[in-house]
Protein backbone atom coordinates (compact mmCIF):
# COMPACT_ATOMS: atom_id res chain seq x y z
CA UNK A 1 0.00 0.00 0.00
CA UNK A 2 1.41 3.54 -0.96
CA UNK A 3 2.73 5.84 1.95
CA UNK A 4 -0.12 8.63 1.92
CA UNK A 5 3.12 11.35 3.18
CA UNK A 6 4.85 10.53 -0.16
CA UNK A 7 3.12 13.24 -2.40
CA UNK A 8 6.19 14.89 -3.84
CA UNK A 9 8.02 13.73 -7.21
CA UNK A 10 11.19 12.00 -6.97
CA UNK A 11 14.11 14.43 -7.42
CA UNK A 12 17.10 13.65 -10.44
CA UNK A 13 19.54 12.66 -7.77
CA UNK A 14 16.60 9.57 -6.48
CA UNK A 15 15.76 8.89 -10.05
CA UNK A 16 19.40 8.25 -10.72
CA UNK A 17 20.01 6.28 -7.76
CA UNK A 18 17.57 4.27 -8.43
CA UNK A 19 18.91 3.74 -11.67
CA UNK A 20 22.27 2.81 -10.09
CA UNK A 21 20.79 0.09 -8.68
CA UNK A 22 19.31 -1.33 -12.26
CA UNK A 23 15.87 0.06 -11.31
CA UNK A 24 14.17 1.65 -14.08
CA UNK A 25 10.57 2.19 -16.22
CA UNK A 26 10.68 -1.17 -18.05
CA UNK A 27 7.81 -2.56 -19.97
CA UNK A 28 7.77 -6.07 -20.78
CA UNK A 29 5.64 -5.70 -23.59
CA UNK A 30 7.33 -3.07 -25.50
CA UNK A 31 10.45 -5.85 -25.69
CA UNK A 32 8.28 -8.59 -27.01
CA UNK A 33 6.62 -6.54 -29.44
CA UNK A 34 9.71 -5.50 -30.97
CA UNK A 35 11.20 -9.07 -30.71
CA UNK A 36 8.31 -10.60 -31.89
CA UNK A 37 7.64 -8.04 -34.85
CA UNK A 38 11.52 -7.67 -35.89
CA UNK A 39 11.68 -11.64 -35.80
CA UNK A 40 8.92 -11.97 -38.35
CA UNK A 41 10.13 -9.35 -40.30
CA UNK A 42 13.66 -10.93 -40.85
CA UNK A 43 11.54 -14.18 -41.11
CA UNK A 44 9.29 -12.58 -43.76
CA UNK A 45 12.05 -10.79 -46.06
CA UNK A 46 14.79 -14.27 -45.42
CA UNK A 47 11.80 -16.55 -46.09
CA UNK A 48 12.66 -17.30 -49.84
CA UNK A 49 16.45 -18.20 -48.92
CA UNK A 50 15.49 -19.95 -45.91
CA UNK A 51 13.06 -22.15 -47.68
CA UNK A 52 15.27 -23.03 -50.57
CA UNK A 53 18.04 -23.87 -48.41
CA UNK A 54 15.24 -26.40 -46.25
CA UNK A 55 14.29 -28.06 -49.76
CA UNK A 56 17.43 -28.14 -51.04
CA UNK A 57 18.41 -30.33 -47.78
CA UNK A 58 15.60 -32.08 -47.85
CA UNK A 59 16.01 -33.78 -51.27
CA UNK A 60 19.32 -34.05 -50.93
CA UNK A 61 18.26 -36.40 -47.68
CA UNK A 62 15.66 -38.58 -50.05
CA UNK A 63 17.98 -39.07 -52.99
CA UNK A 64 20.70 -39.83 -50.51
CA UNK A 65 18.29 -42.70 -48.52
CA UNK A 66 17.32 -43.97 -52.13
CA UNK A 67 20.25 -44.35 -53.81
CA UNK A 68 20.40 -47.82 -52.53
CA UNK A 69 23.31 -47.44 -50.10
CA UNK A 70 23.08 -49.76 -46.77
CA UNK A 71 21.69 -46.78 -44.55
CA UNK A 72 24.09 -47.45 -41.29
CA UNK A 73 24.92 -45.71 -38.34
CA UNK A 74 27.57 -43.04 -40.01
CA UNK A 75 25.36 -42.26 -43.08
CA UNK A 76 22.15 -41.69 -40.93
CA UNK A 77 24.24 -39.61 -38.79
CA UNK A 78 25.90 -37.71 -41.79
CA UNK A 79 22.65 -37.19 -42.82
CA UNK A 80 20.93 -35.67 -39.65
CA UNK A 81 23.74 -33.66 -38.94
CA UNK A 82 23.57 -32.37 -42.26
CA UNK A 83 19.85 -31.55 -42.03
CA UNK A 84 20.37 -29.83 -38.34
CA UNK A 85 23.22 -27.67 -40.07
CA UNK A 86 20.99 -26.46 -43.18
CA UNK A 87 18.23 -25.46 -41.08
CA UNK A 88 20.33 -23.86 -38.39
CA UNK A 89 22.29 -22.03 -41.01
CA UNK A 90 18.34 -20.85 -42.67
CA UNK A 91 17.27 -19.41 -39.28
CA UNK A 92 20.74 -17.87 -37.70
CA UNK A 93 19.92 -14.37 -39.43
CA UNK A 94 16.18 -14.56 -37.71
CA UNK A 95 18.46 -15.47 -34.10
CA UNK A 96 20.80 -13.30 -34.51
CA UNK A 97 18.27 -10.60 -34.72
CA UNK A 98 16.35 -11.91 -32.14
CA UNK A 99 19.24 -11.57 -29.71
CA UNK A 100 19.82 -8.08 -30.81
CA UNK A 101 16.10 -6.65 -30.73
CA UNK A 102 15.94 -7.87 -27.05
CA UNK A 103 19.31 -5.34 -26.21
CA UNK A 104 17.81 -2.54 -28.24
CA UNK A 105 14.17 -2.96 -26.95
CA UNK A 106 16.22 -2.55 -23.42
CA UNK A 107 18.16 -0.11 -24.07
CA UNK A 108 15.64 2.12 -25.85
CA UNK A 109 13.19 2.31 -22.84
CA UNK A 110 16.12 2.89 -20.40
CA UNK A 111 18.80 4.05 -21.73
CA UNK A 112 22.19 2.36 -21.42
CA UNK A 113 23.76 2.48 -17.83
CA UNK A 114 25.85 -0.10 -16.25
CA UNK A 115 24.36 -0.86 -12.45
CA UNK A 116 27.04 -2.04 -10.71
CA UNK A 117 24.87 -2.62 -7.21
CA UNK A 118 22.56 -4.76 -9.17
CA UNK A 119 25.01 -7.35 -9.54
CA UNK A 120 25.69 -7.13 -5.92
CA UNK A 121 25.05 -10.40 -3.99
CA UNK A 122 21.72 -9.76 -2.24
CA UNK A 123 20.39 -12.60 -0.43
CA UNK A 124 16.98 -10.83 0.19
CA UNK A 125 16.24 -11.97 -3.29
CA UNK A 126 16.31 -16.06 -2.64
CA UNK A 127 14.84 -15.84 1.26
CA UNK A 128 11.27 -17.85 0.81
CA UNK A 129 9.43 -15.57 2.52
CA UNK A 130 10.46 -12.59 0.15
CA UNK A 131 9.81 -14.49 -2.65
CA UNK A 132 5.87 -15.92 -1.84
CA UNK A 133 5.51 -12.19 -0.86
CA UNK A 134 6.46 -11.21 -4.28
CA UNK A 135 4.63 -14.39 -5.72
CA UNK A 136 1.22 -13.12 -4.35
CA UNK A 137 1.96 -9.48 -5.19
CA UNK A 138 -0.53 -6.88 -6.40
CA UNK A 139 2.01 -6.87 -9.56
CA UNK A 140 1.91 -10.47 -10.01
CA UNK A 141 -2.02 -10.44 -10.13
CA UNK A 142 -1.55 -7.80 -12.61
CA UNK A 143 0.67 -9.85 -14.71
CA UNK A 144 -1.28 -12.50 -14.74
CA UNK A 145 -4.11 -10.88 -15.41
CA UNK A 146 -2.66 -9.52 -18.07
CA UNK A 147 -1.77 -12.61 -19.63
CA UNK A 148 -5.12 -13.85 -19.24
CA UNK A 149 -6.38 -10.27 -21.51
CA UNK A 150 -3.45 -11.24 -24.16
CA UNK A 151 -4.18 -14.87 -24.30
CA UNK A 152 -8.17 -14.28 -24.68
CA UNK A 153 -7.47 -10.83 -27.26
CA UNK A 154 -5.45 -13.54 -29.40
CA UNK A 155 -7.91 -16.09 -29.38
CA UNK A 156 -10.62 -14.12 -30.45
CA UNK A 157 -8.59 -12.81 -32.95
CA UNK A 158 -7.72 -16.46 -34.35
CA UNK A 159 -11.91 -16.99 -33.86
CA UNK A 160 -12.71 -13.95 -36.02
CA UNK A 161 -10.08 -14.18 -38.74
CA UNK A 162 -11.54 -18.13 -39.24
CA UNK A 163 -14.98 -17.24 -38.93
CA UNK A 164 -14.43 -14.74 -41.59
CA UNK A 165 -12.44 -17.17 -44.10
CA UNK A 166 -14.42 -19.91 -43.18
CA UNK A 167 -16.31 -20.59 -46.19
CA UNK A 168 -13.11 -19.98 -48.71
CA UNK A 169 -10.93 -22.04 -46.27
CA UNK A 170 -13.64 -24.83 -47.24
CA UNK A 171 -12.96 -24.52 -50.83
CA UNK A 172 -10.04 -25.01 -50.78
CA UNK A 173 -10.73 -28.67 -50.90
CA UNK A 174 -10.50 -29.06 -54.45
CA UNK A 175 -7.84 -26.97 -55.51
CA UNK A 176 -3.79 -27.53 -55.91
CA UNK A 177 -1.53 -27.55 -53.46
CA UNK A 178 0.28 -24.69 -54.67
CA UNK A 179 -3.27 -22.36 -54.33
CA UNK A 180 -3.26 -23.71 -50.66
CA UNK A 181 0.25 -22.75 -49.81
CA UNK A 182 -0.64 -19.23 -51.14
CA UNK A 183 -3.66 -18.99 -49.17
CA UNK A 184 -2.33 -20.02 -46.36
CA UNK A 185 0.20 -17.65 -46.46
CA UNK A 186 -2.41 -14.59 -46.67
CA UNK A 187 -4.25 -16.04 -43.92
CA UNK A 188 -1.28 -15.89 -42.00
CA UNK A 189 0.13 -12.54 -43.20
CA UNK A 190 -3.63 -11.24 -41.68
CA UNK A 191 -3.36 -12.82 -38.53
CA UNK A 192 -0.04 -11.57 -37.69
CA UNK A 193 -1.36 -7.86 -38.79
CA UNK A 194 -4.05 -7.88 -36.44
CA UNK A 195 -2.29 -9.56 -33.47
CA UNK A 196 0.97 -6.99 -34.08
CA UNK A 197 -1.53 -4.18 -34.10
CA UNK A 198 -3.16 -5.70 -30.62
CA UNK A 199 0.40 -5.88 -29.63
CA UNK A 200 1.86 -2.76 -30.28
CA UNK A 201 -1.25 -0.83 -28.54
CA UNK A 202 -0.59 -3.31 -25.17
CA UNK A 203 2.88 -1.96 -25.06
CA UNK A 204 2.05 1.43 -25.68
CA UNK A 205 -0.67 1.13 -22.96
CA UNK A 206 1.65 -0.95 -20.68
CA UNK A 207 4.79 1.26 -21.19
CA UNK A 208 3.09 4.26 -19.91
CA UNK A 209 1.59 2.36 -17.05
CA UNK A 210 5.44 1.33 -15.85
CA UNK A 211 6.20 4.43 -16.38
CA UNK A 212 3.59 5.69 -14.02
CA UNK A 213 4.12 3.27 -11.55
CA UNK A 214 7.90 3.44 -11.83
CA UNK A 215 7.35 7.31 -10.13
CA UNK A 216 4.83 6.80 -7.89
CA UNK A 217 6.99 3.81 -6.19
CA UNK A 218 9.55 6.67 -6.53
CA UNK A 219 8.13 9.38 -4.60
CA UNK A 220 9.12 11.41 -1.79
CA UNK A 221 7.98 12.51 1.18
CA UNK A 222 8.15 16.82 1.92
CA UNK A 223 10.90 16.04 4.79
CA UNK A 224 12.99 13.41 2.22
CA UNK A 225 12.78 16.41 -0.18
CA UNK A 226 14.19 19.11 2.30
CA UNK A 227 17.12 16.28 4.34
CA UNK A 228 18.10 15.76 0.29
CA UNK A 229 18.12 19.52 -0.40
CA UNK A 230 19.84 20.23 2.80
CA UNK A 231 22.61 17.10 2.08
CA UNK A 232 22.63 18.39 -1.36
CA UNK A 233 23.79 21.76 -0.30
CA UNK A 234 25.81 21.17 2.52
CA UNK A 235 28.29 18.76 -0.16
CA UNK A 236 27.80 21.65 -2.73
CA UNK A 237 29.54 24.14 0.09
CA UNK A 238 32.50 21.87 1.38
CA UNK A 239 33.46 21.24 -2.35
CA UNK A 240 33.27 25.28 -3.05
CA UNK A 241 35.28 25.72 0.57
CA UNK A 242 37.94 23.11 -0.74
CA UNK A 243 38.22 24.53 -4.09
CA UNK A 244 38.60 28.00 -2.36
CA UNK A 245 41.19 26.95 -0.10
CA UNK A 246 43.25 25.55 -2.68
CA UNK A 247 42.54 28.33 -4.59
CA UNK A 248 43.90 30.54 -2.18
CA UNK A 249 46.86 28.27 -1.20
CA UNK A 250 47.80 28.33 -4.96
CA UNK A 251 47.41 32.09 -4.81
CA UNK A 252 49.66 31.96 -1.70
CA UNK A 253 52.40 30.00 -3.20
CA UNK A 254 52.57 32.10 -6.15
CA UNK A 255 52.99 34.99 -4.52
CA UNK A 256 55.89 33.56 -2.13
CA UNK A 257 57.79 32.76 -5.47
CA UNK A 258 58.03 36.18 -6.73
CA UNK A 259 60.96 37.22 -4.07
CA UNK A 260 63.07 34.25 -6.27
CA UNK A 261 61.37 36.02 -9.61
CA UNK A 262 64.81 37.49 -11.96
CA UNK A 263 62.16 40.76 -12.94
CA UNK A 264 58.66 41.69 -13.23
CA UNK A 265 57.09 42.81 -16.31
CA UNK A 266 53.83 44.59 -16.31
CA UNK A 267 51.11 46.25 -19.08
CA UNK A 268 51.70 49.17 -16.65
CA UNK A 269 48.47 48.08 -14.85
CA UNK A 270 46.12 45.42 -15.72
CA UNK A 271 48.56 42.53 -15.92
CA UNK A 272 51.98 41.59 -14.53
CA UNK A 273 54.20 38.56 -15.01
CA UNK A 274 57.44 37.56 -12.65
CA UNK A 275 59.78 35.69 -14.74
CA UNK A 276 62.92 33.38 -13.22
CA UNK A 277 66.02 33.19 -15.59
CA UNK A 278 69.55 31.85 -14.21
CA UNK A 279 72.46 30.41 -16.10
CA UNK A 280 72.17 26.64 -16.02
CA UNK A 281 68.14 26.82 -16.62
CA UNK A 282 66.63 25.29 -20.24
CA UNK A 283 64.46 28.60 -20.38
CA UNK A 284 63.00 31.17 -18.66
CA UNK A 285 60.19 30.26 -16.49
CA UNK A 286 56.84 32.05 -15.29
CA UNK A 287 56.31 32.06 -11.48
CA UNK A 288 53.59 34.26 -11.22
CA UNK A 289 51.01 36.60 -12.90
CA UNK A 290 48.02 38.34 -12.52
CA UNK A 291 45.36 40.76 -13.27
CA UNK A 292 44.01 44.09 -12.03
CA UNK A 293 44.34 43.35 -8.39
CA UNK A 294 46.54 40.44 -8.83
CA UNK A 295 48.84 42.30 -10.73
CA UNK A 296 48.69 45.03 -7.97
CA UNK A 297 49.56 42.45 -5.68
CA UNK A 298 52.33 41.59 -7.85
CA UNK A 299 53.96 45.01 -8.65
CA UNK A 300 53.80 45.58 -4.48
CA UNK A 301 55.12 42.55 -3.76
CA UNK A 302 58.38 42.96 -6.16
CA UNK A 303 58.89 46.57 -4.97
CA UNK A 304 58.72 44.61 -1.28
CA UNK A 305 61.36 42.15 -2.21
CA UNK A 306 63.88 44.91 -4.60
CA UNK A 307 62.75 42.70 -7.81
CA UNK A 308 63.38 44.78 -10.77
CA UNK A 309 59.98 46.09 -12.73
CA UNK A 310 60.26 46.35 -16.70
CA UNK A 311 57.34 47.66 -18.39
CA UNK A 312 56.60 46.17 -21.52
CA UNK A 313 53.29 45.59 -22.65
CA UNK A 314 53.26 43.72 -25.45
CA UNK A 315 55.46 41.17 -23.86
CA UNK A 316 53.36 41.22 -20.31
CA UNK A 317 50.16 40.20 -22.30
CA UNK A 318 52.12 37.66 -24.85
CA UNK A 319 53.46 35.62 -21.60
CA UNK A 320 50.13 35.88 -19.50
CA UNK A 321 48.14 34.44 -22.19
CA UNK A 322 50.55 31.55 -23.75
CA UNK A 323 52.22 30.71 -20.28
CA UNK A 324 50.36 28.74 -16.97
CA UNK A 325 52.30 29.29 -14.04
CA UNK A 326 54.96 26.63 -12.93
CA UNK A 327 55.92 26.58 -16.86
CA UNK A 328 58.85 27.94 -19.07
CA UNK A 329 58.27 30.37 -21.95
CA UNK A 330 57.48 29.84 -25.80
CA UNK A 331 60.57 30.11 -27.61
CA UNK A 332 59.21 32.66 -29.67
CA UNK A 333 59.12 35.17 -26.67
CA UNK A 334 62.90 34.62 -26.33
CA UNK A 335 64.15 37.46 -27.99
CA UNK A 336 62.20 40.07 -26.42
CA UNK A 337 63.08 38.37 -22.94
CA UNK A 338 66.88 38.76 -23.97
CA UNK A 339 66.47 42.51 -24.58
CA UNK A 340 64.65 42.28 -21.06
CA UNK A 341 67.57 40.77 -19.14
CA UNK A 342 69.98 42.59 -21.29
CA UNK A 343 68.71 45.94 -20.09
CA UNK A 344 68.00 44.28 -16.57
CA UNK A 345 71.92 42.99 -16.15
CA UNK A 346 73.06 46.23 -17.41
CA UNK A 347 70.90 48.81 -14.70
CA UNK A 348 72.68 46.15 -12.13
CA UNK A 349 76.07 46.96 -13.64
CA UNK A 350 75.68 50.69 -13.60
CA UNK A 351 74.62 50.30 -9.92
CA UNK A 352 77.43 48.26 -8.76
CA UNK A 353 80.19 51.03 -10.48
CA UNK A 354 78.38 54.09 -9.67
CA UNK A 355 78.84 51.90 -5.98
Known amino acids: MADSSKTEKPTPKKIRESREKGQSAKSSEVSSVIQIIGFLLVVFMSSRTMLSVMIKSFYSSIEEAG ?3 VLDFDRAHALLTGGAMAVFSAITPALITLLALA ?10 SFAEKALSPNFGKINPLNGFSR ?3 SRSWVELLKSIFKIGVVFAILYNVFMTEKDRIM ?16 LFTEIIKKIAVFLIALAIVDYIWQKHDFMSNLKMSKQEVKDEMKQTEGDLRTKAM ?9 KHAMMESVKKATFVTVNPTHYAVAVKYERGMRG ?3 LAKG ?3 MAKRIRELAKEYKVPIVKNAELTRSIYFSTEVGRFIPPK ?23
Request: aromatic letters at 12%.
Open 333 to 355: LFKALAKVLVFIYRMEREKKNGR
Open 171 to 186: MLSGTDVYTVLNYSAH
Open 242 to 250: IRNWHKRKI
Open 135 to 137: LFS
Open 67 to 69: SGK
Open 291 to 293: ADL
Open 103 to 112: LVSGVAQSGF
Open 284 to 286: PKL
